[in-house]
């Protein structure tokens, strides 16, 4: 019999940010550091929130107290299932909250970082605005002419956002990130991050800004121009395929070998059963009521993050405010996106829009 037989909560991490926000409603309240004036702890920016990082700990259960990062080193497939074979957990999510524009950068993929940055993987990833002020925009992918002279050139002189493409997006747009991505987000955003378990960046261009402790923040230009994909287009405003089901809504947002994301909005209670090859994470943003499984039931609000271990069999979610979820989990890409599309009749061409091989 497995150690993990229901539904299992982790913690939140927060990481302070010199482009975060202050307030993180409705979705979190940001911590106060112990030990801080008053003044100090109220000027605090938030700029992640890390719902699996290494350091999550597991608020109930038999693991209650364990760090994510140790109880994934001790119980691997049982935690991950048998599709995951590394002793990592397999995907980093997070919430972002910007308040100014982050640095412009670029992510190599694994080859590359096997090679340069060993005893770490590459990191494709995606993002999912939540909210979008009228100030928002983010930069993605280059100009077209842009050459590579001007780009280095411009990332040492610090210039380098009028070279880049600049989007406003829209709550609920979709945009995948492959490696070798120039991009960089701007003010004004709420979004959901999805990637490989990595946090290997390359910064480009900071804009001449100092970091928490005062220092300018380093560049990686060497291996940040050996990454950049020129040719590579901006992959956003994804199509939003969105079909009724019996408990509310599911939109299908997008699938890449490393993960998929789901979006379900969940109006009535609604029964769900673990898959038994792979561990899902599903992460509350709207609403509250309780998880319930054979053994029990907690309860559940804005903000949580849940793990479904493979043997955590059939559970319901109960709502008692109508409730927005993202799922997310490493896919079978036909199996999980594919032939569900098929059969609700989605041409092949609009599904290669969100099916990333």
């Not at 640095?103 to 993002?127: I, L, T």
Request: aromatic fraction near 10%.
């Amino acid at each position: 019999m497995s150690t993990f037989n229901g539904p299992l909560q982790l913690s939140n991490v927060f990481k302070p940010k010199i482009w975060g926000q202050r307030d993180l409603a409705p979705l979190f309240t940001a911590p106060q550091p112990e030990g801080r004036a008053d003044e100090e702890k109220s000027n605090q920016l938030i700029g992640e929130v890390w719902i699996t990082d290494d350091l999550s700990r597991f608020l109930n259960g038999p693991v209650a107290g364990m760090a994510l990062a140790e109880a994934s080193e001790k119980y691997g497939p049982e935690l991950h299932g048998q599709s995951w074979t590394g002793r990592r957990f397999p995907i980093l999510a997070k919430f972002i909250f910007t308040s100014d524009w982050l640095s412009v950068q670029v992510h190599p993929d694994d080859d590359y970082a096997a090679v340069h940055d060993p005893g770490n993987v590459g990191k494709c990833e995606m993002w999912y605005f939540l909210r979008s002020d009228p100030q928002a925009a983010i930069l993605l992918g280059l100009k077209p002419g842009v050459t590579m002279e001007q780009l280095q050139q411009a990332f040492a002189n610090g210039t380098s956002r009028g070279l880049l493409q600049d989007f406003r997006p829209e709550a609920g747009e979709a945009v995948f990130l492959p490696p070798g991505t120039v991009h960089a987000l701007g003010p004004g955003l709420v979004l959901f991050e999805v990637e490989e378990n990595s946090d290997l960046t390359y910064r480009l261009d900071d804009f001449g800004r100092q970091s928490l402790e005062g220092e300018p923040r380093p560049l990686h230009l060497a291996k940040g121009l050996d990454v950049i994909r020129p040719d590579l287009a901006p992959l956003r405003d994804l199509p939003p395929l969105e079909f009724k089901e019996k408990y509310g809504l599911r939109r299908f947002v997008l699938a890449s070998r490393f993960f998929a994301l789901e979006e379900l909005r969940v109006r009535q209670a609604a029964s769900f059963r673990s898959s038994p090859e792979r561990v899902e994470v599903l992460s509350i943003f709207e609403g509250e009521g309780r998880i319930e499984n054979q053994a029990g039931w907690l309860a559940y609000r804005t903000g949580d993050t849940w793990l479904i271990p493979p043997a955590a069999n059939l559970y319901r979610l109960v709502p008692r405010l109508e409730t927005r979820l993202l799922k997310f989990y490493v896919p079978d890409l036909e199996r999980d996106f594919r032939e569900p599309l098929k059969r609700r009749g989605i041409p092949a061409a609009k599904i290669r829009q969100i099916v990333f091989e």
